[in-house]
């Protein structure tokens, strides 16, 4: 079945690096845009970078230009986050969520992964 | 930015009511949007898309409407599983953002 999981978050310093993974299955990676969105606990959502079906393109929100990165290996069906300069704002719930692209409609981030959870504290 | 708001923050009510929530983007964003439901301790799920397209699987009583600057989501009948909180977010312009959210609880 179509699925993403997501590894790679713990508690870390402010100022230090941390990269995310996401394992995709049971669609065609190649095909889709990828995007990452956190949360903040008890807080609402918040888009934080997508990433071409290619990886030729990749968007930010203000907040983490500059400081993370999104990529993607096509070849091994994982999309990645490497956050740098890490923040106490930057504490969430961090997912990877699918978005079929299209120039013509929006279609929604339409498969969520369940998570992986950053904190930031000293 | 496109900032996104959305009317009642929070709504009581009871099984088999008509629940009507509103989404406001403050600039227009055609039908570039996207509904979507998360249950406590739960991903979100997507509803909606391009405004008004259900999607697979998602209940015939979810609907959505609008285009422009604004869009309604319409529970035509509330079921104990929808108790929930909703999210509306564009898609039109980087970055993409959400908006607050509006929590269906039981009345």
């Known amino acids: 079945q179509v699925q993403l999981v997501e590894s790679g978050g713990g508690v870390v310093q402010p100022g230090r690096s941390l990269r995310l993974s996401c394992a995709a299955s049971?669609?065609?990676?190649?095909?889709?845009?990828m995007n990452w969105v956190r949360q903040a606990p008890g807080k609402g959502l918040e888009w934080v970078a997508l990433?071409?079906?290619?990886?030729?393109?990749?968007y930010y929100v203000d907040s983490v230009k500059g400081r993370f990165t999104i990529s993607r290996d096509n070849s091994k069906n994982t999309l990645f986050l490497q956050m740098n300069n890490l923040r106490g704002d930057d504490t969430a719930l961090y997912y990877c969520?699918?978005?079929?692209?299209?120039?013509?409609?929006?279609?929604?981030?339409?498969?969520w992964g369940q998570g992986t959870t950053v904190t930031v504290s000293s | 930015d496109i900032q996104m708001t959305q009317s009642p923050s929070s709504v009581s009510a009871s099984v088999g009511d008509r629940v009507t929530i509103t989404c406001r983007a403050s600039?227009?964003?055609?039908?570039?949007l996207a509904w979507y439901q998360q249950k406590p301790g739960k991903a979100p799920e997507l509803l909606i898309y391009?405004?008004?397209r259900l999607d697979s699987g998602v209940p015939s009583r979810f609907s959505g409407s609008g285009s422009g600057t604004d869009f309604t989501l319409t529970i035509s009948s509330l079921q104990s599983e929808d108790f929930a909180t909703y999210y509306c977010?564009?898609?039109?312009?980087?970055?993409?953002?959400f908006g607050p959210g509006t929590k269906v609880d039981i009345k």
């Open positions: 600039q227009n964003i055609s039908s570039w």
């Open positions: 391009a405004a008004s």
């Open positions: 969520v699918r978005e079929p692209y299209s120039s013509y409609t929006y279609y929604g981030m339409d498969v």
């Open positions: 049971g669609f065609t990676f190649r095909s889709y845009g």
């Open positions: 977010q564009q898609g039109n312009t980087f970055p993409f953002t």
């Open positions: 990433i071409s079906h290619n990886g030729s393109n990749q």
